[in-house]
């Protein structure tokens, strides 16, 4: 398993992206924006209920192939081109990590306190993605390491073994330091744009990122945006061990 599938075009997917692309555009209107000028984070920017659906159409769960969980407000992940700029919100080095590592990361592990320690807060059972307008291939796709959660999750049930108490108090700063760096060395970079009616499904301990806006790519005015969701476990200790 490389830890991501296609999921190809389907009626019901189109019919919702649709739908969530009317009420994006207007809610990113008011985002702040960083990376000068070029992303707009959205996050819980989507008005979905909790059952996904947006303004009467249905979320395609069947056409997705997963089964209906109680969904957060979707991220509505806004790229313009030029993606990146530097900025005076992150560091050179930040900077540089993002133009050519593709700001690569794992989803739910966040930098806690000033000292910017990683820690699992976010344990999600799935990452999906689902492109809202059409653009060139080379408008900042998404960008996976095949095959990367399967170095994730040794490298996180190493750090966690014999740890009692709250997995999300641990702190795994130099394990996942080391076994990204692992993954960059061993798995392969692929880039996965995609296009209204299609999503993307990412395992949760997958590395990925967004790659660098490529020279002449088109989107929309409102930038090449794509619905993410990525619905809670009940623990940390569920987010390592299931499959």
């Known amino acids: 398993m490389v830890g991501w599938r296609r999921i190809g075009f389907d009626p019901a997917i189109a019919t919702w992206a649709a739908a969530a692309r009317r009420a994006a555009v207007p809610a990113l209107g008011g985002e702040v924006l960083r990376c000068g000028g070029t992303w707009a984070v959205g996050l819980d920017l989507l008005a979905n209920g909790p059952d996904g659906a947006v303004a009467g159409a249905a979320f395609p769960w069947q056409a997705v192939g997963l089964q209906p969980v109680p969904l957060h407000p979707g991220q509505l992940s806004a790229v313009y081109p030029g993606y990146p700029q530097p900025s005076p919100d992150e560091t050179e080095a930040a900077y540089r990590f993002r133009l050519n590592r593709d700001s690569a990361h794992l989803d739910g592990l966040l930098a806690v306190g000033p000292e910017k320690r990683r820690m699992v807060k976010e344990p999600h059972a799935w990452i999906l993605g689902l492109p809202l307008n059409e653009c060139s291939a080379g408008a900042s796709p998404l960008v996976v390491w095949e095959g990367s959660h399967r170095i994730i999750r040794a490298a996180l049930e190493k750090r966690f073994a014999g740890q009692a108490g709250d997995w999300s108090e ?74």
């Open 170 to 243: 641990v702190d795994l700063t130099e394990a996942y330091t080391a076994a990204r760096a692992e993954v960059f060395k061993t798995c392969l970079r692929r880039e996965l744009p995609g296009r209204p009616g299609e999503a993307v499904w990412l395992h949760r301990l997958l590395i990925h990122g967004v790659a660098p806006w490529q020279a002449g790519a088109e989107a929309p005015a409102e930038g090449r945006v794509v619905a993410y969701f990525r619905p809670l476990l009940a623990s940390v200790r569920d987010w390592v061990s299931l499959p």
